[in-house]
């Protein structure tokens, strides 16, 4: 079946503007996950929804970040005035999440964002 | 989550086994041993878990220590497709949703 898509593959974008970057999971997921990898870094949490409840926005580096989650599908990361630390693969997940001990996160191929 | 400790590089010949270290010394008894891998210009996927017992499955084997303070990814044939940075990663029920990354091990892989 389908796994995480993501779009775009790449974007680049001038300082200051805003940008938003799409995730669609896998069907019937009820956990949705973003993260990010910076050049050379590990991966960092940014936020995560589980089904109707409030999202955990704990990893979120600071108020120009936001994301959104419609219908339970779909999610946009949305980053306002980007800076260039910004610059980084951002990576969406989806899961069950029968229990979180065991359940298995799918990644998507990930958005390269590159802040000029 | 309790803390993981991998090397941080290690090298393998191509068709050999490879055997990923990872060390969990304050694991708790509900610990689950995940692992992940990144590919070259990819997401993180899936490898294994697993809790008291060795676990086998396609892509790979997890060996647990009696004493669970430590665990062994087992690759029994290495491919150059196998060349990845491989993530040692813990997780009990209460866990937080989303997973905690450390550094993991960056496995290259000869011809």
């Known amino acids: 079946g389908a796994g995480v898509s993501q779009s775009p593959s790449n974007k680049v974008t001038e300082k200051g503007k805003d940008v938003e970057l799409r995730c669609d999971p896998i069907s019937g997921h009820t956990a949705l996950y973003w993260y990010r990898q910076s050049l050379g870094q590990g991966l960092e949490f940014l936020i995560y929804?589980?089904?109707?409840?409030?999202?955990?926005k704990s990893g979120l580096p600071s108020d120009r970040f936001s994301a959104e989650r419609t219908g339970g599908s779909v999610s946009t990361l949305t980053i306002q005035r980007t800076q260039q630390e910004d610059s980084a693969v951002y990576l969406c997940?989806?899961?069950?999440?029968?229990?979180?001990?065991?359940?298995?996160?799918?990644f998507g191929p990930g958005t390269r964002l590159t802040v000029l | 989550d309790a803390k993981t400790t991998q090397p941080n590089s290690m090298e393998s010949n191509e068709e050999e086994p490879v055997h990923l270290p990872c060390n969990h010394s304050?694991?708790?008894?509900?610990?689950?041993i995940h692992w992940y891998r990144q590919l070259p210009s990819q997401g993180p996927e899936y490898v294994i878990h697993g809790l008291t017992s060795n676990v086998n499955n396609r892509m790979a084997s997890l060996a647990i220590a009696e004493d669970r303070k430590s665990s062994t990814l087992i690759l029994h044939r290495a491919t150059l497709r196998d060349a990845a940075v491989y993530y040692c990663i813990l997780r009990y029920g209460g866990s937080q949703g989303n997973l905690i990354f450390g550094k993991g091990t960056k496995l290259s892989v000869k011809p």
């Open positions: 997940a989806s899961s069950l999440v029968v229990t979180s001990s065991t359940d298995t996160q799918y």
């Open positions: 304050t694991i708790s008894g509900t610990d689950y």
């Open positions: 929804f589980q089904g109707n409840s409030a999202p955990d």
